[in-house]
Structures are given as C-alpha cells and as structure tokens.
C-alpha cells in the first residue's frame, strides 16, 4: 500500500473569507505518492497535471477540488466534517487501488486544463438555438471543456450534417482525455 497513513488533517474555514460556508482540508504524510500521480491522472481525469513539480489537480462536482501533491493532499470546497473525511478516505483509496494496478494502466502527463473554449466553439454548430439550456454557444463550449456537460446536450451536434465537425470535436476532447464530472 502506497498511502497507509495519514500523519495530519486540518480542515479549516478560508483565510480570504472566513464568512464562506465551504471548508478547506489539508493531510500530510510521509510516504510519496509521485509515482502515481500519472497513473491517477489517466483514472480520474486529471484537471491539471504539473509533472515537472509533482502536483495533480483533480476537479470534482459541486465546486469541490482536491490537489495531490508528493507528501500532501488539499481538498477544496466541503461542506462539512463528515464530506472532508469522506473525500479523504475516497481519494486515499484511489490511489492505492491505481497504484496496486498500475502495470494495467496507461500513465497520462497532461491535463484538460489545456482545452480551448474558442477551438471548442469552432468545431459546434453555431446555431445557438439554446436547446442545451445555454444562451449562445460560446457559453455552451465554455461549459463543456469544464465538463459541467457532455456532447449528448447539444442535439443539433447529431445530426447529420454536423457529423464531422462532431467527429473532430470528439477527437479534440478526447486528446485533452476530457470527461463531463459526473461521468
């Protein structure tokens, strides 16, 4: 087991804004889980991977974030005790389930940080009729590449006469290994 013990857990209230109803969290331990940050990357759809300092940021539903670092897990945005150990608890156990099987893993080194809302946009078929529940497709392509929403929530994107941009559109998110949050 790679992560077996946790040495500390702050759970705490924002510095900036100590009025806010959300809690921060941070554990400390002493193992390094480095090796398999990549490897959790690929599992959950990593937001944003720095491989050159070790730091893997994973982006959760709810506003929630949770930020692997080599000796070091901050969670962002809980909204009680029982949620900060919950999501403690759960990420502990992702990642020593990836690690333990990580020889049936592909490690990946990016994130989806690096998608473009305006390469997004280019490949929609720009008839912002609002069916997706978006004012424009501008919104609608920012709302994809933060994965609030799948390609499935613009039905103009099926028909057949956008087969190809559909096509591409797929290959794009798919590059960037993209995933909607709930997905």
Known sequence: MLLDQIDTFEIFRPKMDSTKEVLHAIATFQADISPALPYV??????????????????KLSDGKWITLHPQKIAIRGIRDL?????????????????????????????????????????????????????????????????????????????EEKYREKREKLQVYLESFCWRALDA
């Open 82 to 158: 029982d949620e900060a150990h919950a999501l403690l608890a759960w990420i502990q156990g992702q990642i020593n389930e990836i690690f333990e099987h990580r020889d049936q893993i592909t490690p990946r080194y990016t994130g989806q940080a690096g998608l473009k809302v305006m390469e997004i946009l280019r490949l929609l078929p720009m008839t912002s009729c609002k069916v997706c529940g978006y004012a424009t497709c501008m919104a609608y392509a920012a709302a994809l590449r933060e994965g609030e929403i799948s390609l499935e929530d613009c039905p103009p994107l099926w």
């Open 41 to 58: 990357n690929a599992e959950l759809g990593g937001w944003d991977y720095d491989q050159v300092n070790q730091v893997l940021l994973l």
